[in-house]
DNA sequence: ATATAGTTTGTAATAATTACAATTTTGTTT
DNA sequence: AAACAAAATTGTAATTATTACAAACTATAT
């Protein structure tokens, strides 16, 4: 459903030259709404694109950042990963299964909800929840009855 | 003013033994509200407690999060720091001088302005704010008047 | 005093990320 | 279209955070 023209456009918007391997980084991330790694993406597009490098990977994502075109998420611990879905919203990180899922926020603006201090200046807003996904708790239910609450 | 006895009590009632080597830590987190990471705490202990080893205090983090006597915040993607403060509040940190703040939530139990999806256990939240700190802003503004807003 | 479980330690291994120089590609000027 | 400059990509090496793990140590119970 994601026009490769529109993915074009969207890098060109944010200031960014769609070079071949840009484009592939953009399309896997708006294609994939699993909040990849660099690790992940890299994998996935390494059987195609045989000479991408990593460190490729790793520049892009940065610039991506930088240029508002993708979020970086630190919301698990082993590694950053990124979201091409700039609305605001929170995540939510399965302590079980490690998948990363969106969340809707029913009120935007969460910043208005903290005291922040005078004089600070605020550029962005993460809302991370973790816990344990349906998947996981249905799973851990079925076979033995027998679990640990964590 | 924290009492010694008080950090003993506060392993305690956590279930956490109150060795030497976790008394140093908690005592270290609850005298300094700075965030620390496992570095920071280690290079600040290891002076008056030459044999103290880093891996004692990774093990002693990752007790004291599993015992819900400490949190672990991932809001710094370089590396997780800890917070001994419990009740609900939310974190900035400022990109400039990285350092973690914290601020205080207006109305708690965020959780409650998401849409969280049927079937989903959530354990913990966190908010995380980036932007610059009051401090940065002013030596920035001071000095030549020529700033990015970056 | 001995056995046992729990804790700490140091080292080695792993994994994520960054630094950097060489190469390739792209764009521009002649 | 050749020559040049700038930008982007690549591969390797270095750095850093974290984990694995076995040995040494400590505390506790018998």
């Given amino acids: 459903m994601v026009d490769h023209q529109d993915i074009i456009d969207n890098l060109t918007a944010h200031g960014i030259k769609p070079s071949v391997q840009r484009l592939a980084v953009m399309e896997y991330l708006v294609t994939h ?3 990849p790694s660099v690790d992940e993406i890299y994998t996935a597009l390494h059987p195609k694109m045989p000479t991408l490098s990593k460190t490729t990977v790793y520049n892009t994502l940065k610039l991506f950042t930088e240029q508002g075109a993708a979020r970086q998420l630190t919301i698990d611990e082993r590694n950053v990963c990124f979201d091409a879905t700039l609305h605001e919203h929170a995540h939510f990180l399965c302590k079980h299964c490690g998948k990363v899922y969106d969340v809707a926020i029913r009120k935007p603006q ?6 922040v201090p005078e004089g600070f200046r605020i550029d962005h807003s993460a809302l991370y929840l973790r816990g344990v996904c349906k998947d996981c708790l249905l799973a851990a239910e079925t076979p033995t009855r027998q679990e640990s609450p964590e």
Same sequence: chains 1, 2.
Wanted: hydrophobic share 20%; no cysteine; proline share 0%.
């Fill in 33 to 35: 709404h699993s909040h």
């Fill in 110 to 115: 969460l910043i208005e909800d903290t005291e």
